[in-house]
């Protein structure tokens, strides 16, 4: 048991800046520290779905994990910092209301910088063979400039789809208990739809994190101007 009184002495209020730096760090730090956590763990689980996947299940894997590593992490983390877990989806929250845009770039940061560590992890514990045959869970669905049109193209659409789909299940007026388990499942759905047009990335931070390791950079702008643009276009529809 606890008594606030030990010793019959009353109890210490906290001071105005013992107040102030407990809100600081709440405000400031502590959803930088989640947005990294978590952008690791999603990538983490991504690469090495995309790593170890079997010749025979086809985009089923990638997609399965990738929307139920989603979906868990937003259950968990989502209180903390939103569970943007993507630079487009902060920035699409920075323009509906949703983030200051101080607190843009910062985000932006924990997002690539937990992009790199799951992206090293999932490096680590894999074999160097299945490493490298699967360029390290980087993006190299576009071969060839024929399919650049295309594959941007459904870059933005698949990602304005997951973003409206987000903003949808969490906006105050239509949210739902299951709000985390909609915005895996609609991952899933993306995957399996895109994944041979595109990748169906829709996050920078997914493709920096596997870029860097397998040192793989054919056409990595797609995966960064396209998920932008959603970004845009959904952040000013929304506003």
């Not at 997609?63 to 487009?88: D, E, F």
Request: with cysteine; net charge neutral; proline share 5%.
């Amino acid at each position: 048991m606890c008594d606030s009184n030990i010793g019959n002495a009353k109890a210490k209020e906290p001071s105005t800046g013992d107040r102030w730096r407990v809100s600081w760090y709440e405000q400031l730090v502590q959803p930088c520290l989640a947005e990294l956590l978590g952008s690791a763990l999603f990538i983490f689980i991504g690469c090495l779905s995309v790593i170890e996947n079997g010749t025979d299940t086809g985009l089923l894997q990638p997609a399965l994990a990738h929307g139920l590593a989603m979906g868990t992490i937003i259950a968990t983390l989502g209180n903390i910092s939103g569970g943007h877990l993507n630079p487009a989806a902060s920035l699409m929250a920075m323009l509906s209301g949703g983030l200051t845009l101080m607190m843009l770039v910062p985000y932006w940061i924990s997002q690539l910088l937990g992009g790199l560590i799951g992206a090293a992890l999932a490096k680590v514990v894999s074999p160097e063979e299945r490493f490298w045959n699967a360029t390290g869970g980087a993006f190299v669905t576009v071969q060839e400039q024929g399919q650049v049109v295309r594959a941007l193209v459904a870059e933005v659409i698949l990602t304005v789809l997951a973003l409206v789909i987000c903003t949808g299940v969490t906006k105050e007026r239509t949210t739902r208990p299951v709000a985390p388990f909609y915005i895996g499942l609609s991952v899933t759905m993306i995957v399996l739809a895109g994944g041979n047009v595109s990748g169906a990335c829709m996050n920078p931070a997914r493709a920096f994190g596997p870029a860097v390791m397998a040192n793989h950079w054919g056409f990595h702008w797609i995966y960064w101007v396209g998920p932008f643009l959603a970004a845009l276009l959904v952040g000013l529809f929304i506003r």
